[in-house]
């Protein structure tokens, strides 16, 4: 079985500061991992993703991800955090050894940047 | 993104009614999904389909049906909606082939309200 936590409902942070989205992971076999985010009234999006090779993954809007195998962690950076990247994050995990596999998402974390 | 369209997006309905709940793409892609949504639990699989002659059931499927009238068209329906059933319903797409090892594109979600 594969699961995903997200151990803060919500994360404050003001603009201009580093934000850190927190995310661990369980699978049997390779991870797979993903962040979207979610705006009011909108479906996912993506942001990153990381399969193999790097551990820091780079995506849009300039966020970023570390995956910590020994941690199993992939938790969601960005340096500096803008009003408008106030959104739901929803981290998900695939086992990469079944092309068949589905995602699990975690339960997501919102996320509120004040000016 | 418009290449993932859900319609109605927004449906309030009384217990016991069937409702029909649909989602076109123009992604091409072999692959869709239907998820809800609710607070704290993140997205939650109900059905997938491969391809058009494949239909697979997700971790809550029960009181759920769904039809792959083409490639491009993927039908969720309840067949007599309850009040528990009320939640935010994705439909999403992937394509196996490309490389993205299951990045899921969503659709904007249909908010569903059963009276």
């Known amino acids: 079985a594969q699961s995903v936590a997200q151990p803060e409902d919500q994360v404050n942070v003001a603009e201009g500061n580093p934000l850190t989205v927190k995310c661990t992971y369980s699978v049997s076999g390779n991870p797979y991992l993903f962040w979207y985010v979610q705006y009011p009234n909108r479906g996912l999006q993506f942001l990153l993703k990381y399969i193999t090779g790097d551990n820091l993954v780079k995506g849009s809007y300039g966020f970023e991800a570390e995956f910590n195998k020994s941690q199993t962690s992939f938790h969601l950076k960005k340096p500096s955090a803008l009003v408008s990247d106030s959104a739901l994050y929803f981290c998900a995990v695939r086992d990469g050894g079944n092309a068949g596999n589905m995602l699990t998402f975690g339960g997501g974390t919102r996320l509120m940047v004040k000016p | 993104d418009a290449d993932v369209t859900q319609t109605p997006r927004n449906r309030i309905t009384k217990t016991g009614k069937r409702i029909m709940l649909e989602c076109s793409q123009t992604?091409?892609?072999?692959?869709m999904y239907w998820y809800r949504q609710d607070p704290g639990l993140g997205l939650r699989l109900i059905y997938y389909s491969f391809d058009v002659k494949d239909i697979n059931k997700g971790e809550i499927s029960d009181g759920y049906s769904v039809s792959r009238q083409a490639q491009a068209k993927f039908s969720l329906s309840l067949e007599s909606a309850i009040p528990n059933q009320t939640a935010l319903y994705f439909c999403?797409?992937?394509?196996?082939?490309?490389?993205?090892?299951?990045?899921?594109?969503f659709g904007p979600g249909t908010r569903l309200t059963v009276l």
């Open positions: 992604k091409g892609h072999d692959r």
């Open positions: 999403a797409t992937s394509d196996p082939e490309a490389g993205s090892y299951n990045e899921q594109f």
